[in-house]
Structure formats: C-alpha cells, structure tokens
C-alpha cells in the first residue's frame, strides 16, 4: 500500500521557521520525483516546490523563492520542506505528492499524495 505521511505542521509566528518531513512507503521513493502543493483556505491546491528522483535539480514557485527549501533523503524514503520567514499568505494544508514522470507544476499530473499537514503563521 502507498503512503506518504507529513508530519512538521504548527503553529508559527511571522519570521518564524518549520520544517516538514514526508515519509514515503509502498513505493520505490528514489524513482519518483517529488513536490510539495499547499491549499489554503478557499483557494485552490497551488505548486510550491519540486526535486527530482536523484535529488539533482530543485524549483521553486516565485511565493516562496528564497525562503524555502527542499530537499530529499532517498535512503530514508523521506521528503522534506524547511521554511523560513514565514508569512502569514503561506498558511496552509501542506501535502506532498510523488509523479513517476519529471516534476510538474501541473498538481493534476501527480500519482501519489500525502494526508496534509496544517502550517498556520499568526501572531
């Protein structure tokens, strides 16, 4: 059985930090390119970041270019965000999800998704 599971979400103040993790099982983590998408409140699902299967290259959306990073452990089959400056626009339900073909800004294009996990920045 697939699964990814998020863990990291909180609560945060601006200017704070988090890091999320995305462990991944029932499937080959390292054949498979990886994304992070965000849904918050009344909007759609939006495309934040992608690493391919190899951990090689990185994208990023403009929102939060700079402030997050990506990154991926294939021997541990876990995927993680670690985010910086927070901003109260990037509140949010978090989730990752895997593509067999290369990384795609296109949310619909992706194989397997995650629970979510909720990253709310408040003070």
């Known amino acids: 059985e697939v699964q990814l599971v998020e863990s990291g979400g909180g609560v945060v103040q601006p200017g704070g930090s988090l890091r999320l993790s995305c462990a991944a099982s029932g499937f080959t983590f390292s054949s498979y390119d990886m994304s992070w998408v965000r849904q918050a409140p009344g909007k759609g699902p939006e495309w934040v970041s992608g690493i391919n299967r190899d951990d090689s290259s990185t994208i990023y959306a403009d929102s939060v270019k700079g402030r997050f990073t990506i990154s991926r452990d294939n021997a541990k089959n876990t995927l993680y965000l670690q985010m910086n400056a927070l901003k109260p626009e990037d509140t949010a339900v978090y989730y990752c999800?895997?593509?067999?073909?290369?990384?795609?800004?296109?949310?619909?294009?992706?194989?397997?998704w995650g629970q979510g996990t909720q990253v709310t920045v408040s003070s």
């Open positions: 999800a895997a593509r067999e073909g290369p990384t795609s800004e296109d949310v619909g294009r992706y194989d397997y």
